[in-house]
């Protein structure tokens, strides 16, 4: 799962990030409620706009709860004991798909 930010974006829709992951809004709606760590802001209707860092927040929770099998008590437990860490194995984690991924698009042209 790769998440593609805009530069210019600095509030997204939950249609748009329940797109990008590929889940439904309700899940978003559900971690939300669930993960302290998540703070959108609301509009004037009430609709929750995700900033750059929800998302991040959003990509780590996904990588737990989804990618990892971590009950959501055991991804809060988790993040609350070593956010700092986690988001640097995340990050690095996720660098290394991406080399993975330019590697073999290069590999699949020669």
Known sequence: MHIELSKDKRYYSIGEVARAFDVNASLIRFWDSEFDILK????????????????????????????????????????????????????????LEAIRTQLTTIKNEM
């Open 40 to 95: 959108p802001k609301k509009n004037a209707k009430g609709n929750r706009m995700f900033t750059p860092e929800d998302i991040t927040n959003l990509q780590l929770i996904y990588h737990l709860v989804k990618e990892r099998g971590f009950t959501l008590d055991g991804a809060r437990i988790h993040l609350k004991e070593g956010q700092k860490k986690t988001l640097d194995k995340f990050d690095i984690i996720r660098k």
